[in-house]
């Protein structure tokens, strides 16, 4: 097998689920396609909704003492939990962060998956999590933490893609060396400059901020301005086509 290395899915984090999982699903007109029972024993309920190949994830405490409850304290509820990519061997890829001294803080196996999660204070920003399915290498394959038919719920009308992800820090190019590293990605430049690590369906980009946070995504709209209207109806503010929702900037193009 080739070695490969893809966006699979951007977690949120939020107090409660609701209202936010039914805010995204209106105003970006995406359908909810599974909510994994198996996160319960973290004291998390969620709900996965997909943009195109990529899951947007959004998970919630219910109980006390979760590692996502500390994370939402920490961070006064900015920022996305969770980055998380799929790729031919995860445990390899784990292996080389823990070289550079990014510790392992969860393995999860639920067969054919199998991922690996980094800490999140070594990967700075956000969780990092590396994950593989047996048998199935295909985008549109099966990928059991979003349900046995998830591309049966891909709604492309309004939202067309997930195509970038924002990473705020005090210095953005020692953020993008580091996730670089973790990821094997080279830096690259974006526009006027700023740093990128550009995969195959999706880019992260790192600009200057007062914290270390994932603090934007970028989709990719039949209508920006519908999509502004409907978030607008909901009761957010709009500014330059984005609105805050879950802790992040959705970003419209």
């Not at 998970?59 to 939990?81: H, L, N």
């Not at 270390?212 to 978030?231: G, K, T």
Request: aromatic letters at 8%.
């Amino acid at each position: 097998m080739s070695s490969y290395l893809r966006l699979r899915q951007i977690c949120l984090v939020a107090p409660k689920l609701e209202p936010v999982i039914a805010d995204i699903a209106a105003i970006m007109g995406l359908a909810v396609c599974y909510r994994d029972g198996n996160v319960e024993k973290y004291g998390l309920v969620n709900a996965l909704l997909p943009v195109d190949t990529i899951l947007l994830e959004v998970v919630s405490p219910f109980r006390d003492g979760t590692t996502a409850g500390r994370f939402i304290e920490k961070t006064g509820g900015r920022g996305g939990y969770m980055a998380i990519f799929c790729c031919d061997d995860p445990d390899a890829r784990a292996k080389a962060a823990n070289a550079i001294g990014v510790r392992t803080a969860n393995v999860i196996t639920h067969d054919p998956y199998h991922g690996v999660q980094l800490h999140p204070r070594d990967c700075r920003a956000a969780f990092i999590e590396f994950n593989h399915t047996d048998g199935s290498d295909d985008v549109s394959g099966a990928y059991p933490p979003a349900g046995p038919d998830w591309p049966k719920f891909i709604r492309k009308d309004v939202t067309q893609a997930l195509t970038g992800v924002e990473m705020q820090s005090p210095e953005p190019d020692a953020l993008a060396a580091h996730w670089g590293r973790i990821l094997q990605v080279p830096v690259s430049r974006g526009e006027g400059g700023v740093a990128e690590l550009k995969l195959p369906n999706a880019s992260f980009r790192f600009v200057r901020g007062d914290a270390e946070i994932m603090s934007a995504l970028d989709f990719r709209v039949a209508d920006p301005a519908a999509v502004c209207e409907a978030a607008r109806a909901r009761g957010y503010d709009i500014s330059a086509n984005a609105f805050q929702l879950g802790g992040v900037a959705f970003r419209l193009a």
